[in-house]
Each structure stands twice: as structure tokens, then as C-alpha cells.
């Protein structure tokens, strides 16, 4: 059952759709986005099909998905959105991550509900369900290789431990995905990858888009373009 008001509902249909436009009124030239292009980043595999979204920089358990999708190789999809912006007295039009995308099935979405972690209430749903993100940032990758696939961030810390005040420590070993926007790492003993992707600062929400079966389609996640039916 279809659990979302329809504005949210219009949003979350909208994210992928190039050539429209998002937002309040349009005559206000920072009230809404413009969807300009969708973009594969790359294919991520998840061996058991328990997934997390999280931020990867969490050092508490991970925030696994309360459902599983079947194991397999998932294609994952960025929406670029045009932004008119003010800053500083200037308009400037920004491209920025309206949303990232896992495709599970190529099937119509026809309904959407907000994709509870193991263990949360049901009743979160109203207080918009989701994750703390730290630096902006969220992931995808496989419940069973959590720790595996998060320790360049957990070392990339460490490293800024030691550098003392004002150290930049010494990178991450992660592939930069779409001119930095994305980071990529792999598990080749376990066949995992985690991709991380741009959130709103501090929060995170997760989004499940299910077919008539009531079958998984989509898990999305908005970005940190700051138009959105619940701002």
C-alpha cells in the first residue's frame, strides 16, 4: 500500500526524469531543480543481498535494510540536476546529485515507502526514517562485507589522527567515480563493492520503489539538492 503523500509520491517519480523540474515557484530562481541528465556510475555486487545504507564513516553497527533483495551485480544510477542558485548577491546555476539510484528491477515503480533499517519501528516512518551522515555522505554495500569495505575510511581517520592538528592525512584507497562525486571500493575475496554517494548534510534518507508484486525496484536516496517536499 502506497503509504506517501502525493506530493512526496510526484517528487520521488520525478527524480529520474530528464528535462523536468522540481520545486516551488518557478519565477523564484532558487526554489526548485531541473532534472538535466541520468548517468549510470557503475555496477556494485552484493553477495548476499542484505544491504546497507549508511554513511561509511559510522563506526557503530551498520544500518542494514530491514528486507533483502536476491544476491547479484546492481547497476547504480545518478540524477544531475540543474540548480539555479543565489550566492553572495550572484545567480550561479549549479549541476548537482538530485538523487542515486540502486536498480534492482527494470520494472514501474507503483508504489513507494521509506526503507526501514533491522530492528527500527515501523512507526519512524512518520519522523522520516534514515541515517545520521556525517560529511555528507552515504553508501551502498553488502551487510557481510561492512568491515571489510568501509577500512579505507576507518584508516583515512586514523591517518588524520596522526597527522596531528591541521593534517590532511594520506588519501583514501578508493576509486573516484564521476570527477569525485562517487568513491569506489572493491572486496575481490568476498566479490563485494561499496559506492558512497552525496547526501543533504547530516541526514539521509532511503526510499524503496516496489512493482505491482510488491517485488523491490529501486532503493533511492536523495541528494543534497535542498528541494524536496519535506524541507
Known sequence: MDEVRPETREYLDGLFTPGLRI???PHTPYSWIEI???????AIRLPSGWLVVDSPWNAEPPRELAFRIPPGEYPVDVSWANWPHLSDGYYNEYRECAATRLRVRDEPVVTWEL???????????AARAGFAAEDAMGCFPDATVWQ??????????????????GGLGSGRDTEDLCEGH????HDEEHRADLLTFGVPEGWGQVWA????????AVIVVPGPVPTSPWD
Open 36 to 42: 538535466a541528465e541520468v548517468q549510470k556510475v557503475t
Open 182 to 185: 562517487f568513491e569506489f571500493a
Open 209 to 216: 520503489g516496489r512493482t505491482r508484486d510488491g517485488e523491490t
Open 115 to 125: 526503507a526501514l533499517g533491522v530492528g527500527e519501528d515501523p512507526a519512524l516512518r
Open 148 to 165: 571489510p569495505l568501509t577500512e579505507p575510511f576507518r584508516r583515512y581517520l586514523a591517518d588524520v589522527a596522526n597527522a596531528g592538528f
Open 23 to 25: 520545486g516551488g515557484d
